[in-house]
């Protein structure tokens, strides 16, 4: 029977949690660089369509002749519109994933600072089951040297999550003057780099997360060390 494997220290099996975070965020962000690809090269402006026709026997058109079809142009149409769809879709999963990522960081920075010793990064709920992001702002990194681009990439964060505010706050409204709409559409651009930001956010986060498991983990080889001193101790012969 193969021997069990040792449990993981807290901090090992933390920062894998943390780590878990990243490459589900990963994923997202590489699927939906895939679904931009795609989308962009069945593009009618970025492809010849052949001109061959097909006739659809039983279908007329207005002047009673027997309906005809490009189908190359169909299927790249068809195509546009699935690729769009899904590139929506992922692009609002990697969004969430990258809050998820950044936001479970940033929970377990603090939650080291308070002194408790979390085994996995642990998220709140919502109706359906999901879980919802902790707050992303990470204090008492004073002393860390990579401090200010933290604050840097957090503030990039912000400047998203308000043009996300400001562009829904106008589009909820019963009247937008033409100057406000074009302001809707400017912060519904800049909202749609949350997803980055946060990535970016995310991953700077993940390398704090490292600093503040320093101690906690130097006292963890520490003990490990006095163990492995005195086993070696009780086992040396009796002069």
Same mark, same amino acid.
């Given at each position: ?16 949690? @943390? ?17 931009? @690809? ?81 085994? @996995? ?54 009247? @937008? ?63």
């Amino acid at each position: 029977m193969p021997e069990k494997p040792a449990q993981q220290h807290w901090t090992e099996s933390l920062f894998d949690s @943390v780590y878990a975070l990243y490459e589900t965020a990963h994923e997202y962000r590489t699927a939906h660089r895939a679904a931009q @690809v795609a989308e962009q090269m069945v593009g009618m402006d970025r492809r010849q369509i052949h001109e061959g026709r097909i006739a659809l026997q039983g279908r007329a058109n207005a002047y009673g002749r027997t309906r005809t079809r490009e189908p190359h142009e169909k299927a790249i149409y068809d195509l546009g519109t699935l690729y769009r769809q899904a590139e929506s879709k992922l692009h609002r999963c990697y969004e969430e994933a990258a809050l998820l990522y950044a936001s479970g960081a940033a929970w377990s920075i603090a939650t080291v600072q308070d002194g408790h010793t979390p085994a @996995v990064v642990e998220f709140n709920t919502d109706d359906n089951g999901d879980a919802v992001p902790h707050r992303l702002h990470i204090p008492g990194l004073d002393t860390y040297a990579e401090g200010p681009a933290l604050d840097a990439a957090y503030n990039a964060v912000r400047d998203c999550m308000g043009a996300a505010e400001y562009a829904e706050d106008l589009a909820g409204r019963d009247y @937008v003057t033409d100057h406000e709409a074009g302001e809707m559409f400017r912060a519904g651009n800049a909202a749609l780099g949350l997803a980055d930001a946060a990535f970016a956010y995310g991953l700077l986060a993940q390398r704090a997360v490292n600093f503040v498991l320093l101690e906690p983990r130097r006292a963890w080889h520490s003990e490990l060390a006095a163990a492995r001193a005195t086993a070696q101790q009780s086992i040396q012969p009796t002069p």
